[in-house]
């Protein structure tokens, strides 16, 4: 590496930070960090699943992973897999019974590149199960006289277990030995050829005195569950038991000759057509550019040729001596932390704001198939908005520099408010009210295009399974109305803080009297946009419904609940409307769409708890004018929630006097009455294909709130959407897994119920995500030892992750938003 003065003397602070620890106890905690690294030692194999999704298979001590580029979807614990096999180029893992499920998928199928690549992979899958998994080695198989029948390979050599017992048992040679050190050599000041002939210091070890090669036990956290696209990753694979005593007893791998290179802030990776080494999708951009502007990094320019992923800035550990330099160093005045969550949150919604005005016109222009008056249309309307937050973003980060005392320190002064920035911005958005009255047009002018051409709405679709579209375009649309809300309600929290003399009350004032007088009169068009903008994403959910979206028509409720039939409970997605209620099950489309099954009119419509009478706990009777329908939630909060709301419905209805229209779609040729039992035909097949995994995914369509529900047993409401809205957050957390020991610093975004993980705010796509719905959030308690402040705990099942926050307010914030998302 040339240039690697700064590097150096890097090196040398943090060594000085390590003094007394030997050469030994160094060499232990480079192990430490090393088999922390969730793709360390890590080996993929390019796979297709059914449905064609370019996936990739690996394999490590916990079993078998599934990675979708590099983020790991799927994990299957060595004690979950029955059978693993392969047939030509197909290999199949045969999973044990669950019992915590009442269906389950029993063999799982990957296609892979040959025979010979499914052949490698099984032998190394045996080899690791075997060595990780079994006491002894196993036996050789007696030949076969005449016939044989599969294959002979077995896993020949001592096991983890038994290399364990002859380190502890017996009482071998070790090797003394003698490190060499050298001196600090400056690379830049080496000549040429001095460069290319220096080496790093060489060092021996103790050594069991065989002819086997060293190894060293270098095992991955078993608990680090990510989740990407919306999704939560497998279930948590459980750990070998780790061995206590000398560093030398924690064996695995083999290591050769070669030399671990560390370079912060790069990743080697081995990238796929089409992507380039930061693990980015082609974007319609030129060769080193993004939307923000930003340069790659001459680190990331080229990729390493090493096949083992090393440090990034994701992984860096912060120290305890950093927080409380960082505490003592910033503001601590509640004010302060306000104008910080403006900075952040108008990060992340100007990132938002790139997804319509930058990234989705690009592709509109590379075919012209949208008509000019809806391009026109939605350039007027976004760009002007685009560049009045642009202006806006750069004053609230000078302010914030100045407010921390980290640039124009020349500068004197008061510069410890955001006030007047506010008012300046607001000041310039009302003038574009009447631009923020159409944006509802144009997502009605674009879903009408979508109709008139197929291509155009494939386009739509194509663009919304891109990284960077990490919630649905309509949402994205309407993204300027609901930044009005958040205005208000930081003004509204910074008037409560300041007293009326401060100097910044004035000023903050006087713009939340502006923002809520736009509030007010943009608030119809926002409660329209909203309901419209449901039906329209509901619309691509289901399939066999007709006009959804149709004046009059809105949304309340969508869930899950067990319908109960001749074949007992089973489970279905009920979506409650307006007008009538529908019911549903996850059909094997490949879009994850859910099959109609039913539909409900409301009016007339009679619910009577009937748990005593059915003994079907939160179980409640819907009698309708044609047929009563037996349905159980998944508990008594649920069940409240649902008659409540459906009992709304009906007496709307009646006091409207509107007629039922009919949801379920004309065009099918198997149309029956659910009491001739038609629609509840289901092929087992079907029924598998419900219960697939949320990880488990082919299309953006798998990432939506209705998928989130059915693998979560719950359900939202219109008013929870609502509330979800005004309820975003933007910063920097600290993230740690339940048996990990370090904290991550991430980026983290707060945004239609879920958690979006980013390595920075310059990110342009999350790297993973949480759907929070069926979470549960506590603070830690004293048991486990946790020992930090301003930390929460999300807990769900068996996934258990703490996060960090910088401040009381910030811890606050957080705490309050989670909350509205999850009770």
Request: proline share 5%; hydrophobic share 35%; with cysteine.
């Amino acid at each position: 590496m040339p240039n690697q003065d700064a590097l150096m003397d890097k090196i040398t602070e943090y060594h000085q930070k390590h003094v007394g620890q030997t050469p030994a106890e160094s060499d232990y905690q480079l192990l430490e960090i090393a088999r922390r690294l969730e793709m360390y030692g890590v080996r993929l194999h390019p796979a297709k699943d059914r449905e064609g999704t370019k996936l990739s298979l690996a394999v490590s001590h916990i079993g078998l992973l599934v990675f979708q580029g590099h983020t790991k979807i799927n994990a299957f614990n060595w004690s979950k897999v029955r059978k693993l096999s392969f047939k030509r180029k197909r290999f199949l893992i045969k999973l044990r019974p669950d019992l915590n499920q009442s269906a389950y998928q029993d063999t799982l199928e990957f296609v892979m590149a040959s025979r010979d690549c499914c052949k490698i992979f099984w032998k190394i899958c045996v080899e690791y199960h075997a060595f990780f998994r079994l006491f002894e080695e196993p036996k050789p198989k007696a030949k076969a006289v005449l016939f044989t029948r599969g294959s002979s390979f077995r896993f020949s050599g001592r096991t983890q277990k038994q290399v364990f017992d002859y380190v502890k048992d017996s009482e071998f040679q070790k090797v003394p030995f003698e490190r060499k050190h050298s001196k600090k050599v400056s690379g830049g000041s080496l000549p040429p050829q001095d460069r290319k002939t220096s080496t790093v210091p060489q060092e021996s070890v103790s050594v069991d005195q065989t002819d086997s090669p060293l190894r060293l036990t270098l095992q991955a956290p078993v608990d680090d569950p990510t989740v990407t696209n919306g999704h939560q990753a497998g279930p948590e694979a459980q750990a070998l038991p780790s061995t206590t005593g000398h560093p030398e007893q924690q064996i695995s791998g083999v290591i050769s000759g070669s030399s671990l290179v560390v370079v912060k802030g790069q990743k080697a990776f081995p990238f796929g057509p089409g992507q380039n080494p930061n693990g980015h999708q082609p974007s319609p951009f030129g060769p080193g550019q993004s939307p923000n502007g930003h340069q790659p990094s001459p680190i990331n320019a080229h990729s390493s040729p090493l096949s083992s992923p090393l440090f990034t800035d994701a992984g860096y550990v912060r120290t305890d001596d950093e927080d409380e330099v960082r505490r003592k160093k910033f503001p601590t005045d509640k004010a302060y932390f306000i104008a910080k969550e403006l900075l952040t949150t108008e990060r992340t919604f100007q990132k938002d704001l790139a997804v319509i005005t930058v990234w989705f016109q690009a592709v509109l222009g590379k075919e012209d198939i949208l008509p000019d008056s809806v391009r026109t249309l939605i350039n007027t309307n976004y760009d002007p908005v685009y560049q009045l937050h642009q202006a806006f973003l750069k004053e609230v980060e000078q302010r914030l520099q100045q407010w921390e005392g980290r640039s124009n320190a020349h500068v004197k002064g008061d510069y410890q408010r955001v006030g007047d920035v506010m008012l300046k911005n607001i000041q310039g958005l009302k003038q574009l009210t009447s631009l923020l009255q159409r944006h509802g047009e144009v997502l009605v002018e674009l879903e009408r295009s979508c109709r008139a051409s197929q291509r155009l709405q494939e386009l739509c679709g194509e663009f919304e399974q891109q990284k960077v579209c990490y919630l649905s375009l309509n949402m994205f649309l309407l993204r300027p109305l609901h930044r009005l809300l958040h205005y208000k309600l930081i003004l509204e929290r910074l008037c409560k803080h300041y007293p009326p003399t401060h100097q910044d009350f004035r000023d903050s004032r006087a713009a939340l009297a502006d923002i809520s007088e736009m509030v007010l009169q943009l608030q119809g068009t926002m409660m329209k946009m909203e309901n419209i903008q449901k039906l329209l994403e509901l619309k691509k959910d289901l399939t066999g419904i007709q006009d959804l979206a149709i004046s009059g028509r809105e949304f309340i409720r969508l869930g899950c609940l067990s319908k109960l039939s001749g074949k007992g409970l089973q489970q279905r997605m009920f979506f409650l409307f307006s007008d009538s209620l529908v019911y549903t099950s996850r059909g094997m489309t490949a879009d994850n769409q859910f099959k109609v099954h039913g539909q409900l009119p409301l009016h007339g419509m009679t619910i009577r708890e009937s748990e005593d009478e059915w003994g079907v706990p939160h179980s409640f009777t819907l009698f309708g004018q044609r047929q009563s329908v037996v349905v159980a939630a998944s508990c008594a909060s649920e069940m409240v929630k649902w008659i409540e709301d459906i009992r709304m419905a009906v007496v709307l209805v009646e006091q409207s006097n509107r007629p039922s229209t009919d949801l379920l779609s004309t065009s099918r040729s198997d149309r029956k009455s659910p009491e001739e039992g038609g629609v509840e035909a289901e092929s087992e097949e079907e029924l598998s294909a419900s219960r697939s995994s949320l990880e488990r995914q082919s299309a953006q369509r798998g990432n939506t709130m209705v998928h989130v529900c059915w693998h979560r047993n719950t359900s939202v409401s219109m008013v929870d959407f609502s509330v979800a809205v005004e309820n975003q957050l933007s910063g920097n957390l600290l993230r740690k897994f339940k048996n990990s020991n370090g904290w991550q610093k991430l980026w983290v975004v707060f945004t239609n119920f879920s958690l979006f993980f980013y390595k920075s705010h310059q990110d342009d796509y999350p790297l993973a995500s949480l759907p929070l719905l069926g979470y549960s959030l506590t603070v830690p308690a004293e048991t486990e030892n946790i020992q930090k402040d301003y930390v929460f705990k999300l807990h769900f099942k068996s996934h258990v992750y703490y996060f960090r926050s910088e401040s009381q307010y910030t811890f606050q914030r957080w705490m309050e938003v989670i909350r509205s998302a999850i009770c």
